[in-house]
């Protein structure tokens, strides 16, 4: 199963897998179902979560249901225990919307719910997040999560993103990253996707953010909070949601 999935991963481009995926996730769920782990963002329960990995295959990765990884997860446990998120009145910019989120973020009464990308189906408007259409101060929370380790320019869409947040408002900008570098590695000489692969652990990244990732966004303004939110989890919670330990959020302010 592990060779199908890195097969269908590298091969499907991203946005015919989102629309596939419909039709595909309830009969996985069905075929899946049981009590071992759980996933957090529905409550649904099964004996085992799908693999995942554009290069390595991580075992118990993607959930049969929402389609969430372990980072969508983290993010929606510390978005549901730590912060008003759900029950505040909210003007949310989503990039690169995830599947996980979408439906439920949109039928949230307390948020007025924006997401945008260049190719995503779902998406309801086309924008480059190096310049995005929108006034500045326009949004109290953004999301733009494993996105900026596919742009050259990280810098430029960082400053976008903070030109877009109000004040006083929260962005939350997962990546990819190697807690082990200190600094990140990047080489934008290489353009083949399969070299892309071997440097950066998939075709379409550009770089593995390092430790350094929290003082970039430090430098186009942002105070940042470092979050461990797995460290205030018991094991036991971490094995049954499938989360990574050790996984930083980058909890950005304005």
Not at 66 to 95: G, Q
Not at 161 to 185: A, E, H, S, W
């Amino acid at each position: 199963m592990k060779k199908l999935f890195k097969f269908i991963l590298n091969t499907i481009p991203r946005p015919i897998l989102i629309k596939i995926s419909y039709w595909v996730s309830p009969l996985i769920s069905f075929y899946l179902k049981g009590k071992t782990y759980t996933d957090p963002i529905d409550g649904k329960s099964f004996r085992k979560f799908l693999p995942y990995g554009y290069g390595t295959q991580r075992s118990n990765a993607l959930s049969p249901s929402t389609l969430s990884l372990e980072r969508h997860r983290l993010l929606w446990l510390y978005l549901k225990n730590e912060t008003d998120f759900f029950t505040t009145p909210k003007k949310v910019l989503h990039i690169a919307p995830e599947q996980c989120f979408f439906n439920l973020f949109k039928k949230q009464e307390n948020l007025e719910y924006i997401t945008a990308d260049l190719h995503s189906p779902i998406a309801d408007v086309k924008a480059d997040i190096c310049d995005l259409p929108f006034e500045e101060n326009s949004f109290d929370i953004i999301f733009s999560n494993h996105v900026l380790e596919h742009i050259e320019d990280d810098r430029k869409a960082m400053s976008e993103l903070f030109r877009v947040l109000k004040p006083g408002g929260m962005g939350i900008f997962q990546i990819p990253q190697d807690l082990n570098l200190d600094n990140t590695y990047e080489d934008f000489s290489i353009t083949s996707s399969e070299e892309r692969t071997k440097h950066f652990g998939q075709y379409d990244h550009v770089r593995i953010y390092g430790r350094d990732y929290f003082n970039r966004l430090r430098n186009v303004g942002f105070t940042v909070k470092e979050v461990d939110y797995s460290k205030t989890l018991s094991e036991k919670l971490v094995k049954k949601y499938c989360l990574v330990q050790g996984e930083i959020l980058p909890v950005c302010f304005k």
